[in-house]
């Protein structure tokens, strides 16, 4: 059983350009997360999602972030006209349920660097 | 605001040495607590915590969980160079999302 896989495992941007980073989910997973782990920083919670519904985006900008996780494909994190602040690596996680013993499993990350 | 504290920051100890990482958090509607590995790429999960004052062992790494005192300790015994890593503490509260904590540090030397 594969799991949580994420790429491009890194991207490079330039100022103004659009990131797309994409997250498939373990085999029978249907609740996503993502994270952003700033440099020197721990993990900070954007976004959760099912599949076509996002339940929670409180932790997720308001402006340029967008999250989707169609009913078919990955879940995709979308960045508009990056920014140097932006450079972070985006950890996405799953699990196979909701609720208060649903473990969540990491991929590997995108790490993005905007120059 | 909801909190996840570890401590200490970073630690360095010799092969063989038993260490205690700290993980104390103030969170509403807590449900569980969560110890994750990260070396150069994803967290690896350890333990799920949800009760208090069962200890949860994986070979050389224990944790357990005081929801009264509101903190959670992880125990390494007889370290290893490759238990060097960086520790995460995280807890999920309300609507699913996992808060964490910075992490401890650890570099273990031969």
């Known amino acids: 059983n594969a799991g949580v896989m994420q790429n491009p495992r890194h991207l490079v941007r330039r100022r103004g350009q659009e990131a797309r980073l994409r997250c498939s989910p373990m085999?029978?997973?249907?609740?996503v997360y993502w994270y952003r782990q700033l440099p020197e920083e721990g993990l900070k919670f954007m976004v959760y999602?099912?599949?076509?519904?996002?339940?929670?985006e409180s932790g997720m900008p308001k402006e340029r972030f967008s999250a989707e996780f169609p009913k078919e494909g990955p879940s995709i994190l979308r960045i508009q006209q990056v920014v140097r602040g932006d450079s972070a690596a985006y950890f996405c996680?799953?699990?196979?349920?909701?609720?208060?013993?649903?473990?969540?499993?990491f991929g590997p990350g995108t790490r993005l660097l905007v120059l | 605001e909801d909190k996840v504290v570890q401590s200490p920051l970073s630690l360095v100890v010799h092969e063989g040495d038993t260490v205690t990482l700290n993980c104390s958090y103030e969170?509403?509607?807590?449900?569980?607590l969560l110890w994750y590995k990260q070396e150069k790429k994803a967290p690896t999960f350890l333990f799920m915590l949800?009760?208090?004052?069962i200890e949860k062992k994986s070979g050389r790494l224990s944790s357990i969980l005081d929801k009264k005192e509101l903190f959670s300790i992880l125990n390494i015994t007889a370290t290893q160079t490759g238990d060097s890593a960086i520790y995460l503490c995280?807890?999920?509260?309300?609507?699913?999302?996992?808060?964490f904590g910075t992490g401890t540090r650890l570099q273990v030397f031969p």
């Open positions: 999602l099912q599949k076509e519904n996002i339940i929670d």
């Open positions: 085999k029978g997973h249907s609740h």
């Open positions: 949800t009760s208090s004052g």
């Open positions: 969170v509403t509607n807590f449900r569980s």
């Open positions: 996680a799953s699990s196979p349920s909701k609720g208060p013993f649903a473990t969540q499993y």
């Open positions: 995280a807890v999920e509260a309300k609507a699913d999302k996992l808060i």
